[in-house]
Structure formats: structure tokens, C-alpha cells
């Protein structure tokens, strides 16, 4: 079974602060893992995805690296501002057994004070 | 624009009446999927779709059902909603497994 860890569950952090967001999960044979936010009341929006074979992705302020070994992804945010504040939600698709299952971690809700 | 839709997105009902909550995409995605969140649960999978005719059970598919006769609906089916089905209801699509998970906007269902 594969159990998805996200820490820390909240963060606060002033306006500016690079920070850094981690993501575990137990069974490393996964195909991708894929970093999403989520706004109050709202969907979850696709921020990165990074397949097995690689190593980091980036998107602007983002980065996301995985270390499938070590069942590590960590998603760095550069230069932080108060619109960055939302819940992050890390999903790892792996086999589940049988086809294709997406596995959630319970998020990191970030707050970025002005 | 490229979307996943849900409809309802609110819906508000009794102990047994069945519903059905509708899931379409325009982008000729294979896969589709249903997920649930719970607060402190998070969101968990409650069944997927590799592609037309081909559907399976995620985490926690007691209480649901759901049909893949066309390649862009996923309807989710609740015949005898219960209380503890009160929850948010996401749709999601993607190409496949490699791909990447495109989400609707969300159902928000009270079983009362």
C-alpha cells in the first residue's frame, strides 16, 4: 500500500521567504508524482509533474525534485508572495496492484503574510 | 477551452435517493477518475477508468458506481446515498498514467 506524507501541515511564512515543502511516500516503485494547489472552495490546480526517470521539474518560482530511492519530492518556491497562499497537495501515481492509482498526501497549507 | 465539468456543483438531498453526478471532458482523455475529500482524510480515489467499457475500484468505492460508455462522461452514482457520503466530489482526466491529472471544479454533496 502506498502512503503519501506531506510536512509540515501548515506554514506561515512574510512575504519574500524562499521555502521549501516536502513530500514522502513508502513504496518507491511509482511511475510519477505530481504537485497540485488548492485554493479555498475551489479545485486542485496541476502545478508540476515529474516522471519516474527524472530528477527535477521547474515552472517559473517552482522547482520540484524527486529522489525515488529514497521516496523523497520537494517543491521549492522562490521570491514567495501573498497570492502563492493555498493549500499544496502531492499526488504520487503508481501501479496500486493493478492499473494506474494517484495516491494524496493531506497537503501543506502555506500562508504568506504581506 | 480545454476542461474537465461537473454538475452539479452543489447538491443537497436525503438518505436513499439515488443521484448521479456528472463528469465531462473535451480533451479525448483515456483515463478518468473519482475522488473524495474529507477533511483530515484528505483525497482518496474512489474509482477510475483506463478507458471506454474499462472501469475499476480505487480506495473506496463501497456506496458508489460508476460507467464509462462514452470516452469523455465518467457519471458517478450514488443509489442509496447515505449520511456518510457527505463530501467534495472531484473529477479528474488525463491522457493516461504518464500524464498529467487535469481536475473539475468540484461537487459539494450533503446527504441529510
Known amino acids: 500500500k502506498q502512503e503519501v506524507t506531506q510536512i509540515p501541515a501548515a506554514l506561515s511564512v512574510p512575504e519574500g521567504e524562499n521555502l521549501v515543502l516536502n513530500c514522502s511516500f513508502t513504496?518507491?516503485?511509482?511511475?510519477?508524482l505530481q504537485w497540485f494547489r488548492q485554493d479555498p472552495g475551489k479545485g486542485l490546480t496541476s502545478l508540476l509533474l515529474i516522471q519516474s526517470s527524472q530528477r527535477e521539474q521547474t515552472s517559473g518560482r517552482l522547482n520540484a525534485s524527486l529522489d525515488k530511492s529514497s521516496g523523497r519530492s520537494t517543491l521549492y518556491i522562490a521570491a514567495s508572495q501573498p497570492g502563492d497562499s493555498a493549500t499544496y497537495l502531492c499526488?504520487?501515481?503508481?501501479?496500486?496492484?493493478?492499473?494506474?492509482?494517484?495516491?494524496f498526501g493531506k497537503g501543506t497549507l502555506l500562508t504568506v503574510n504581506p | 477551452e480545454a476542461q474537465v465539468t461537473q454538475n452539479p456543483r452543489y447538491l443537497i438531498t436525503v438518505t436513499g435517493k439515488k443521484l448521479t453526478v456528472t463528469c465531462s471532458q473535451n480533451?479525448?482523455?483515456?483515463?478518468m477518475s473519482w475522488y473524495r475529500q474529507d477533511p483530515g482524510l484528505g483525497l482518496r480515489q474512489i474509482y477510475y477508468?483506463?478507458?471506454?467499457?474499462?472501469?475499476d475500484k480505487g480506495d473506496v468505492p463501497e456506496g458508489y458506481k460508476v460507467s464509462r460508455k462514452e470516452k469523455r462522461n465518467f457519471p458517478l452514482i450514488l443509489e442509496s446515498p447515505s449520511p456518510n457520503q457527505t463530501s467534495l466530489y472531484f473529477c479528474?482526466?488525463?491522457?493516461?498514467?504518464?500524464?498529467?491529472?487535469?481536475f473539475g471544479p468540484g461537487t459539494r454533496l450533503t446527504v441529510t
Open positions: 499526488a504520487v501515481g503508481w501501479s496500486g496492484g493493478s492499473n494506474y492509482k494517484l495516491t
Open positions: 479528474a482526466s488525463s491522457f493516461g498514467r504518464f500524464y498529467e491529472q487535469y
Open positions: 480533451m479525448n482523455h483515456e483515463y
Open positions: 477508468s483506463m478507458n471506454v467499457e474499462v472501469t
Open positions: 513504496d518507491s516503485a511509482i511511475y510519477n
